[in-house]
């Protein structure tokens, strides 16, 4: 008896002992993003963390909204190990962004910059940059040892069987030619120019159909305002109603894809030397929908790099 006590007694121990191991080794990471706000990045990390919680690791976010002290008191306090700063310009000031960082070094933290635009300033904060993460060949020091690319892949569509059946769904018929754009709603995107030279198409070809599938953008709402009102004159202008399908809504998954997928051709508006990752264009490539776009050279890198690499 004393003999099977002493060994439920060693049992006990080493359960609770590999308990506090495990919890020791639990790593902390932290998310400095978007957050709750229609926007890629915030979704992006919102995928990433969901993913991080089935693993032993542990996310914390902390939104790119909180004042610095906020950040800095609040990385203080969950003891975390290390930070994964989702960089985008327009998410930060750059100058508070700099001084946030060195702070941030002064608690021993590790800091990896996942890059989702890259931009020449970045050289300035590299020194306090653990690990960089891009979505694209990097322009500036793509030589650096700390640097590893990770596309962002499109998510997985079964195609349905019947297209048209879907295209029912939406109220297009199997003779409509459906043109088809999408991403948050933004003045440099220009959709509404693009729809204002589209308009001698559509007046002479009645089947012709337009989906602006664009977001309102929770990060500049008041351009997203502007632009919207921009569109809807040019609807209004030109009588366009019935050939233009214009959703401000931020779509699920399925719904877009298969908006995507029953559209007969694609078009996407990116700077010529697109400084972003491009993300919009994954749903295109998810949905098999043929493109086109201004030239974007970081993408023939990326495959032709991969390319080489398996020769």
Known sequence: MIYKYKLNFLISFIAIAVMQIKTAETLKIGYLSSWNIRCGIATYTKNICEALKQTEYLPIVYNNKMSSKEI????????????????????????????????????????????????E??????KFIDYFIFHKIPKFFSNRKNINIIPIGAPVFKLPKDRNEIRKKYDFSPNDIILTTFGLMAKWKKNSEILKSF???????????????????????????KENKKI??????????????????????????????ISDLGYLWCDLNSSGSSAARKQ????????????????????????????
Do not use: C, G
């Not at 300033?121 to 590299?126: L, P």
């Not at 490539?285 to 690499?309: C, G, K, Q, V």
């Open 199 to 225: 308009v001698p198409l559509l007046k002479k070809n009645p089947d012709y159909r337009i989906q602006l599938l664009t977001s309102f953008s929770d990060i500049d709402f008041k351009q997203s305002m």
């Open 72 to 119: 800095i008191e609040k990385i203080k306090s969950d003891n975390i190990k290390i930070l994964n700063i989702q960089f985008e310009p327009a998410l930060y000031d750059y100058f508070d962004f700099k001084k946030l960082l060195k702070k941030i070094k002064q608690l021993k933290i590790k800091i990896i910059l996942t890059v989702h635009t890259e931009i």
């Open 232 to 261: 809807n004159s040019v609807i209004k202008n030109y009588n366009l109603k019935k050939q233009i399908t214009y959703i401000t809504d931020f779509l699920p998954e399925n719904e877009l894809n298969e908006r995507l997928w």
């Open 121 to 126: 300033e970045i050289k300035k904060i590299e």
């Open 284 to 311: 295109f490539i998810s949905a098999r929908l043929p493109l086109i776009t201004t030239n974007s050279p970081h993408y023939h890198d990326f495959f032709f790099m991969e390319y080489t690499e398996q020769k």
